[in-house]
């Protein structure tokens, strides 16, 4: 797994480091009117029943980790968490705003009982309220989740699930190391829109192995359930998990970015003529209400609390915060926001809410320079696209180059938004080079 950056220490209380907060009012990037910035609760389960070998989450596969920290009671430390957030925001003069979106993920957040998700979800409840038509979701594995279980988690307040389909091809599962049977995908989505839930299924593409036709037939699985989204991933080998072990010894060979895009383009005509539009470079969605309204807050900006071992948060600063001189550089200074990691262990997690004091590992203070990046690389991967407005002067001096070599639509950008076209999709990384550089 990759190890956490060291940032800052954050301090036992959890407190956040503005010296001057204030009710927070944001321009969105998708309307001319200011509005609260909206507030999502993200709950990590770190737990699954095997470990695929391309994962570099934060997961465990003992039920019993020691230390307090077991699938028994992870509910109740979750919620311990839920509390010091409220706390910590309250004081920061950041509390008052329901949750728009809570999203369980992991791990396997349906290793737990449904009872222990619906605990959970009931304590953010009690926290903040649930904002009208709040989006909760959940992730599962196909073949985590039972009639009885998805039913009790709609009638608790949940809205959709994102299952891990992955693959529709066996051979491909295998080299995944995913262990569920593809033909199970069919009933699990009957099983959840019975429910009345929403449901996602989750794409991977680019595993070694698999074919061009191979993805084809993924990609028409999925669609023939009739789901209205579906994400489609490019497959990430990362240092130290057990798929790159077996690449450097040559026991797996990696397709070329050739292969990888071909597939892209593949996924993304058939998802277009099946009526779901890209809203995200790998997301796609029937229609805006379909669209994962969790995710797009990450992409807009909003605040986040991440509760679970390892899980991130974000809180961008009120207008007028400045830093406290012991975590600023040198006296006070503004700041753009703070975004901090809970320590990684399910143990030493337990252990330190047990004890009272924040989960958190570390922290950054975000200067400006680092919150432009930021805005710039995620709200360019939205199809509703950039604001120009956003960009310093050599961004909008680079726009023209863009549009005059594809990868950014021409109309668009008069208009005065940079968005991308299939071509700059594929070349995203390197759009949001140029509008930054």
Not at 65 to 74: D, E, H, T
Not at 180 to 200: K, N
Not at 410 to 415: D, I, L, M, P, Y
Request: glycine content about 12%; overall charge negative.
């Amino acid at each position: 797994m990759p190890a956490l950056p060291d940032g800052v220490p954050v301090p036992d209380d959890g407190a956040l480091p503005f010296t001057a907060v204030e009710p927070v009012e944001t321009r969105v990037s998708t309307g001319s009117t200011s509005e609260t910035r909206a507030f999502g609760v993200y709950v990590h389960v770190p737990f699954c029943s095997v470990r695929c070998g391309y994962c570099d989450f934060n997961t465990y596969t003992a039920s019993e980790l020691g230390g307090g920290a077991s699938q028994a009671q992870y509910a109740t430390t979750a919620l311990r968490e839920v509390g010091l957030a409220a706390r910590v925001l309250d004081d920061a003069g950041l509390g008052g705003r329901p949750v728009s979106t809570v999203f369980f993920g992991g791990g396997t957040p349906t290793m737990l009982p449904a009872a222990d998700l619906v605990r959970i979800l009931g304590g953010v409840r009690d926290a903040w309220g649930l904002a009208r038509g709040a989006e909760v979701t959940t992730e599962a594995n196909p073949d985590s989740v039972t009639p009885e279980s998805l039913r009790l988690l709609a009638d608790a307040g949940f809205t959709r699930v994102s299952f891990g389909m992955q693959s529709a091809v066996p051979h491909v599962l295998a080299t995944l190391e995913r262990t569920h049977d593809p033909r199970r995908i069919p009933d699990v989505v009957g099983w959840a829109r019975d429910a009345g839930l929403d449901v996602s299924l989750d794409l991977i593409y680019g595993t070694p192995g698999e074919s061009l036709d191979d993805w084809r037939a993924s990609v028409e699985t999925a669609l023939a359930t009739g789901v209205d989204h579906v994400s489609a991933y490019a497959l990430v080998v990362e240092p130290g998990t057990k798929m790159h072990a077996q690449v450097r010894r040559g026991q797996l060979t990696l397709p070329d970015e050739d292969d990888q895009a071909a597939k892209y383009e593949l996924a993304d005509d058939l998802l277009t003529a099946a009526g779901l539009g890209w809203y995200e470079v790998s997301n796609w969605a029937r229609g805006p209400e379909h669209a994962c309204r969790h995710n797009l807050a990450y992409w807009r900006g909003d605040d986040w609390w991440g509760i679970g071992p390892g899980a991130h948060s974000y809180v961008a600063a009120a207008a007028g915060s400045t830093v406290e001189p012991a975590v600023a550089t040198g006296g006070v200074e503004a700041s753009a926001g703070v975004r901090w990691w809970n320590v990684k262990h399910p143990r030493r997690y337990a252990a330190m809410l047990e004890a009272g004091t924040s989960p958190g590992a570390g922290r950054e203070l975000l200067t400006a320079a680092e919150a432009h990046l930021e805005r710039v690389m995620l709200g360019v991967r939205l199809a509703e696209g950039l604001d120009l407005a956003v960009l310093d002067g050599a961004g909008r001096r680079a726009v023209a180059g863009l549009v005059a070599r594809g990868l950014l639509d021409g109309v668009s950008a008069v208009r005065g938004r940079a968005v991308l076209t299939r071509r700059g999709r594929l070349l995203a990384d390197a759009v949001v080079r140029e509008l930054t550089d």
